[in-house]
């Protein structure tokens, strides 16, 4: 393993979110990373959330066709609207080098679902923030000028006096 501390709680999270999404659990003789390495699993869940997005799944055959169901959920992904910072690369899952990064894409997948109104859950993760925009008049911006904000703090009060920085220093004569 070479990138990033896994975390079993996030992976356990990811695997029953993906099993509900798609209505199949996982092999139980087979590790998480084992499940996803063909893609079949992961282009059935963009398949759910999105129907049609990818077009053909290929569920025997070589190396290189298993290695194109990722390419392919990935393409789906950022078509979803899952931001490209947050894929994970083919190698990450296929040789293993990286399944943190592949359960933070299945996160930022799940994240994304919410802002499809289309798709009903079951949800993985928190709700994204939305924006909460608030327009203020000329008025009310204005008077925010005069008000001095405590993180400025205040100097009432304030004198040198008890200060004692370090110790004082003592001469002694006859050593």
């Known amino acids: ?3 990033g501390k896994r975390d079993p709680q996030q992976e356990k999270e990811a ?4 099993e509900k999404v798609v209505g199949q659990r996982f092999h139980p003789g087979y590790s998480y990373e084992e499940n996803l390495r063909d893609g079949v699993l992961l282009c059935m869940l ?14 025997s055959g070589g ?5 194109d169901n990722l390419n ?3 393409k789906a992904c950022v078509h979803y609207g899952v931001p490209d910072v947050d894929l994970f690369q083919t190698t ?7 399944i943190v990064l592949v359960t933070q894409t299945i996160f930022a997948l799940g994240r994304t679902a919410y802002r499809h109104p289309e798709w009903r859950g079951p949800w993985l993760g928190p709700r994204p923030s939305e924006e909460n925009r608030r327009d203020f008049s000329e008025e009310q911006l204005r008077a925010g000028e005069a008000i001095i904000g405590l993180q400025a703090g ?3 009060g304030a004198t040198q006096s008890g200060q004692n920085f370090g110790a004082s220093r ?3 004569f006859g050593k």
């Not at 963009?46 to 569920?59: C, E, S």
């Open 1 to 3: 393993m070479v990138a």
């Open 15 to 18: 695997q029953d979110w993906i």
């Open 46 to 59: 963009m398949n759910r959330l999105a129907p049609g997005i990818i077009q053909k799944v290929n569920t």
């Open 63 to 67: 190396d290189y066709k298993m290695m």
């Open 72 to 74: 392919q959920f990935q």
């Open 92 to 98: 990450d899952l296929w040789d293993f080098k990286n």
């Open 154 to 156: 205040s100097n009432k």
């Open 170 to 172: 003592k001469i002694i």
